[in-house]
Antibody, heavy 121, light 110 residues
Framework: EVVLVESGGGLVQPGGSLRLSCAAS????????MHWVRQAPGKGLVWVSR????????TYADSVKGRFTFSRDNTKNTLYLQMNSLKAEDTAVYYC??????????????WGQGTLVTVSS | QSALTQPASVSGSPGQSITISCAGT?????????VSWFQQHPGKAPRLILY???KRPSGVSNRFSGSKSGYTASLTISGLQAEDEADYYC??????????FGTGTTVTVV
């Protein structure tokens, strides 16, 4: 069973930093692309970032580029999202999600339960 | 990276069919057959219901179907049931290893 568990959320002041983690299990972690997606309270889903299976390739939404860094440790089956220079508009539930190719197609198919980040003074 | 455009809300009676549109551009939906649809119940994580426009993951009801025309993708829910009441989001690959989600649609079963 694919399981993704996010942690590290909490309350942080504007301009501060936070590091989120996502522990993965139940699949061959090192083979899959992974994503972070966020959802502000009462709002829609917003794609944040994507990382390649080996961790060498990352892309970001314009809204977080230069402030967030997505990384992974394939020896620990864990993702990390380092968030710096946080703004109030970064307040959201952050989900990690798996992108999987099953031979017939590719999709973002499994999601964690999310971790809440609140940026406020 | 502008969000794909969905209607804010769609409603239907039990047993009816409803369709949710997802309007994009030539940079996303118009260039790739990589549209997914997600269902999200309140307080829950999103659940994949369609991928690559028309494919259903194992365990997803065949009452959910998808299509695409030009820059617009659509999700149709047939035989609407009370459990289908939820938020629905489309998502498309947008090139250069980036993705974009839709604005979301709240489905109400009246």
């Amino acid at each position: 069973e694919v399981v993704l568990v996010e942690s590290g959320g909490g309350l942080v002041q504007p301009g501060g930093s936070l590091r989120l983690s996502c522990a993965a299990s139940g699949f061959t972690f090192r083979r899959d692309w992974m994503h972070w997606v966020r959802q502000a309270p009462g709002k829609g889903l917003v794609w944040v970032s994507r990382i390649s299976p080996d961790g060498t390739g990352t892309t970001y939404a314009d809204s977080v580029k230069g402030r967030f860094t997505f990384s992974r440790d394939n020896t620990k089956n864990t993702l990390y999202l380092q968030m710096n220079s946080l703004k109030a508009e970064d307040t959201a539930v952050y989900y990690c999600a798996r992108e999987h190719y099953d031979g017939s197609g590719s999709a973002i198919d499994y999601w964690g339960q999310g971790t809440l980040v609140t940026v406020s003074s | 990276q502008s969000a794909l455009t969905q209607p804010a809300s769609v409603s239907g009676s039990p047993g009816q069919s409803i369709t949710i549109s997802c309007a994009g551009t030539i940079s996303d939906i118009g260039s790739y057959n990589l549209v997914s649809w997600f269902q999200q119940h309140p307080g829950k994580a999103p659940r994949l219901i369609l991928y690559e426009g028309t494919k259903r993951p194992s365990g997803v009801s065949n009452r959910f179907s998808g299509s695409k025309s030009g820059y617009t993708a659509s999700l149709t829910i047939s035989g609407l049931q009370a459990e289908d009441e939820a938020d629905y989001y489309c998502c498309s690959y947008a090139g250069s290893s980036t993705y974009v989600f839709g604005t979301g649609t709240t489905v109400t079963v009246v």
